[in-house]
């Protein structure tokens, strides 16, 4: 960790605030990111999760705020030009594309966010490897629609995955899935993480969330009420009492 | 029951006409969302331009459709590029101003026609028009055997082109979820455009279908916006060979109509059985969404 943050980080939030009407859903919120690190977001519903992640992905226009990926300015940039600069996420709600099959929905990323030109061949080879990581080869000519919940969450991830993303945002990607399914989902977003992926985690499960992350930072309001170690985050009192709503 | 045997033959082949001419809405609006309501006036232009080239040069009607493909392809990209910077980007309530849009242009087209070829009837001429093939007692017109070979073509090329080719994949997905198919990296808007593209260049095809089928007049497409629509809600919004099967329907239930009940009745047929679609399976018969 002190090495990572030495170096240059991936991804630079600052000063980012959004309003919707009257009201501010991010305040003044500023945050760095290294390479590498496995980044935990919390916070009560909301909080400004979501809409943190979606000004990164582009979903959103911020003003004012200025998000850096890879020391670029990408607040300008429409989202699916963020998707091929490498930054990705998964939906909350997995939104497949119902009518294809599990590979198909992988070739469409595949297809659209190669960074250079490769073959038919290649770019199917790419999405089996990733099925296969993802245990989900076995399912490759299944419809989307024919998945359980815990292989839509995978497939939301495998998709992710084939637009070749340097930083993976998962939003809630074990919400309702049973104890030994969020293990299977933490164990491959842990295996990502282990190849240079940097991933920013969001979660309503503590005990993941803190399983997982070197870093987690805690949103109240729109703004952070504290950020370090998930064992710091823990024990801060603001953050228990906008969790207890005390 | 010759009479109804009849009917139902000559159903099918108008039916698979009308499927030629609806499968470009079966993209722009069953897939793209676009309520395309100028569609059967694009059709007739593209009939117009095929009568002309068929005047003038002499050329065959389907080569002459052929010809304006391409430039069709181009005139579609352009039309979506400037819906979507007036009407589409501006809004939710865009699909209601889209069809004031696209009711504006159909006219625009009208106008346009009749100022440059008047208000008669126009008709090509081609060895395959007013020729028929005798089986028994029944007599099926070349003509309708054409659009029955065009339609086929058609329906089979679109559907290997939306599920083999990677920017077919991308229509597919922006039917779906345009956010979604952002977040893979890929810009929604080009894609829809491009799609828009392929919706109008297969016009070319359809339009010379229309005059090699009938005369056709400036406002033959009012009567077309009742039958195309029908024929694309009640495939199930985007779907290719749904297109096809909700056509044929359409077409035979016409033909018989004609035959039994006079020919008063037959322009209702559309209207009536898209109603009955809404109100019975509203997602149509192959419907995209569950």
New interface residues.
């Given amino acids: 960790m002190t090495n990572a943050e030495a170096r240059v980080p991936l991804l630079r939030i600052v000063s980012l605030t959004k309003r919707f009407g009257g009201f501010t859903a991010l305040d003044n919120v500023s945050v760095d990111i290294p390479p590498g690190e496995r980044f935990g977001l919390i916070g009560p519903n909301g909080s400004g999760k979501t809409t943190l992640i979606n000004c990164i992905?582009g979903?959103f226009r911020t003003e004012p705020g200025t998000v850096l990926f890879r020391d670029e300015d990408i607040t300008p940039l429409?989202?699916?030009v963020r998707?091929?600069r490498g930054i990705?996420?998964s939906?909350q709600i997995p939104?497949p594309?119902?009518?294809?099959t599990v590979a198909?929905n992988l070739?469409?990323?595949l297809?659209?966010?190669a960074h250079e030109h490769v073959s038919v061949a290649q770019r199917r080879d790419t999405m089996m490897s990733i099925l296969t990581q993802m245990g989900l080869a076995s399912k490759a000519n299944a419809s989307a629609?024919k998945l359980s919940q815990v292989e839509l969450r995978k497939m939301e991830l495998a998709?992710?995955m084939?637009?070749h993303p340097k930083l993976l945002i998962s939003d809630e990607a074990m919400a309702g899935l049973s104890s030994s399914e969020v293990d299977e989902v933490l164990d491959l977003l842990m295996s990502l993480a282990s190849q240079d992926i940097t991933i920013i985690m969001i979660e309503h499960i503590m005990q993941a969330v803190m399983r997982f992350s070197d870093r987690v930072m805690c949103l109240d309001a729109g703004k952070i009420i504290a950020i370090g170690t998930p064992s710091e985050v823990m024990a801060n009192q603001r953050v228990q009492e906008a969790y207890l709503g005390t | 029951m010759d009479l109804l045997l009849d009917a139902v033959v000559i159903g099918v082949l108008l039916g698979c006409f009308y499927a030629a001419v609806s499968i470009g809405l079966s993209v722009s609006f069953g897939l793209l969302d676009v309520p395309h309501v100028a569609h059967p006036a694009f059709l007739v232009l593209a009939a117009y331009l095929v009568f002309f080239i068929n005047e003038h040069y002499g050329i065959d009607p389907l080569v002459a459709g052929l010809i304006i493909t391409p430039l069709f392809f181009v005139f579609g990209l352009a039309a979506y590029r400037l819906y979507y910077e007036t009407f589409e980007r501006r809004g939710s309530d865009a699909g209601v101003r889209g069809i004031a849009f696209f009711f504006g242009v159909a006219f625009i087209i009208e106008v346009l026609i009749i100022l440059q070829f008047g208000v008669d009837q126009r008709s090509v001429t081609a060895a395959y028009i007013g020729k028929s093939w005798r089986i028994g007692d029944m007599r099926i017109p070349y003509r309708m055997l054409v659009a029955f070979g065009v339609a086929m073509a058609l329906t089979l090329l679109l559907t290997l082109y939306l599920s083999k080719t990677?920017m077919g994949?991308?229509i597919?997905?922006v039917a779906?979820?345009q956010?979604?198919?952002?977040?893979?990296?890929?810009?929604?808007i080009r894609v829809k455009q491009w799609a828009f593209g392929i919706a109008t260049a297969v016009l070319g095809l359809a339009g010379a279908l229309l005059i090699i089928v009938a005369p056709i007049d400036p406002t033959l497409d009012r009567a077309y916006i009742g039958r195309t629509f029908c024929v694309v809600v009640m495939a199930g919004l985007g779907s290719m060979s749904g297109t096809l099967v909700a056509a044929v329907i359409l077409g035979v239930a016409e033909s018989i109509v004609l035959t039994m009940f006079g020919a008063s009745w037959a322009p209702a047929i559309a209207f009536a059985m898209l109603l009955g679609v809404l109100a019975v399976r509203p997602q149509g018969l192959f419907g995209?969404r569950?």
């Fill in positions: 992905s979903a429409q989202p699916h998707t091929r990705a996420r939906f939104r594309f119902r009518s294809m198909e070739m469409v990323a297809d659209f966010a629609t998709r992710a084939a637009t | 990677y994949r991308a597919r997905a779906q979820d956010e979604a198919l952002r977040l893979m990296g890929a810009n929604p995209r569950s």
